[in-house]
């Protein structure tokens, strides 16, 4: 079982620029800024909440309760392996070293396994033993979620409703 994903390094700024978000919604100057920064961050949060995605690079943190765990990764889209470190019989903890396990799949659908002609180690039979340290994060965002933040937040801003699970159907990790 995967643990929900730690923030280990947060992204350096907002998925979707202020300006075009401004653009988007027609708004000139600075008097609004604030609270227009604070309606992206807010959707931003809510789509990734709902799709399992990072919007913005950042590196984050999962534990599973096994090697096994990690062939169907519960987030994304995932650019790297930091690290994974697990803990073995006797509660040492180790770092495996990068030749020995590869990312797979593609898009959303992401995994961890053993590289070719090797095997994971034995590690103890308890819970979150297996830590892994991902890249995660678009570093360019989609337009269909470009276009989805900059619709919620118009929504927000004008106070009108906008289904945002809808627009973001086709591009959420499903387990």
């Given at each position: 079982m995967l643990s929900a994903p730690t923030v280990i390094t947060a992204p350096e700024g907002n998925a979707v620029d202020l300006d075009e978000v401004k653009l988007f919604l027609r708004?000139?100057?600075?008097?609004?800024?604030?609270?227009?920064?604070?309606?992206?961050?807010?959707?931003?949060?809510?789509?990734e909440r709902m799709t399992s995605t990072r919007l913005a690079p950042q590196i984050v943190e999962i534990r599973a309760d096994a090697f096994a765990d990690l062939a169907h990764l519960n987030i994304g889209p995932v650019s790297g392996i930091v690290a994974i470190t697990y803990k073995d019989g006797d509660g040492s903890q180790y770092t495996l070293s990068s030749d020995l396990y590869e990312l797979f799949g593609a898009g959303l659908a992401m995994g961890v396994r053993p590289a070719a002609g090797q095997s994971w180690p034995a590690a103890r039979r308890a819970a979150g033993v297996v830590a892994a340290r991902l890249t995660v994060g678009y570093f360019e965002l989609?337009?269909?979620l470009a276009l989805a933040v900059k619709m919620?937040?118009?929504?927000?801003?004008?106070?009108?409703?906008f289904d945002l699970f809808e627009a973001t159907v086709n591009d959420r990790i499903w387990m």
């Open positions: 708004v000139d100057g600075e008097a609004l800024d604030a609270e227009i920064v604070g309606y992206i961050s807010a959707v931003v949060g809510d789509i989609p337009p269909s919620a937040v118009r929504a927000r801003f004008d106070g009108t409703s």
